[in-house]
């Protein structure tokens, strides 16, 4: 008979690249991990990983006990959150994963208040490159952009404009550039993302669009080091209001082209459809979304 435990052990194994790294999740170690899995496969009287020195993967046979364990353990969990008494504090687990710069520099603050307000609620903070739909296995995810899928919730945290910037030095000795056309004359900091990084930049005023092709000086795949770069003096960056509100701030950058509007990328809490009835997931909404909304009406006041 299958238990609890033998849906930890796979769906563990199933998000983990060794053994070692599955017996960390699990807090038991290599050796038990390894001996409980034989067990479990004996049992069973299939193979349901394939290890060498080096990997562990599951067999199909694998994946597919992992898959379903995964939606049996996220359905019992759910079912122990909504059997909780109103009165009482939430509890359990929430496991968000978000990009590196924003999880950083604004996600992690709020989630620190957000743990004081719930103190019994264990949080799991991920952070990577490309947070969706790499972690397809999380309660939530931040994700930067639109989406289309309809196994995700969306809710819009911040419109989260994108602004033309470059430090003070780089303007004074390359000039400000006033128009799009003028963009082509200018070193330009781009971000690769998904192993590519874009060539136009897409820009609006009233009723008039327009698109400016770029010739990339320096590329990164990370959005913090793009930003330092143009700190730095290296040239123009186009990057989210969120990340160089403080060196504008700060007096590091200048932003140019104000009257023009670049390509908007929001802020996305995402959610699995399946979860939206979790209190804790709620509860968890409605906190960043009121922390935005607060942000963005202390921001109109200044």
Partial sequence: MI?????????AISVSGSLSEAARKLRVTTAALSMRLRKLEAELGMKLASRDSRRLALTEDGERMADEGRRLLQALEELSDSMVADDERLQGVIRLSAPFGFGRLRLAPLLSRFAKLHPKLKIELDLRETP?????NCDAVIHIGSISDSSWTAQVLASNERWLCASPS???ENGTPKAPEDLAVHRC??????????TYWHLRRDNENRSSRIFPSMVSNDGGVARRW???DLGLVLRSQWDVVDSIAQGSLIRVMADWEFEIAPILLLIPT???????IQALSSFLIESF???DTEKSRS
């Fill in 3 to 11: 238990t609890f435990s033998d849906l930890e052990l796979v769906t």
């Fill in 274 to 280: 399946r979860k939206n009835r979790s209190r804790k």
């Fill in 293 to 295: 909304k607060t942000k």
């Fill in 230 to 232: 143009a700190e730095q």
């Fill in 189 to 198: 900091i781009c971000i690769r993302e998904n192993d590519e990084h874009a």
């Fill in 132 to 136: 969706w739909p790499d972690r397809s």
């Fill in 170 to 172: 780089y303007l004074k």
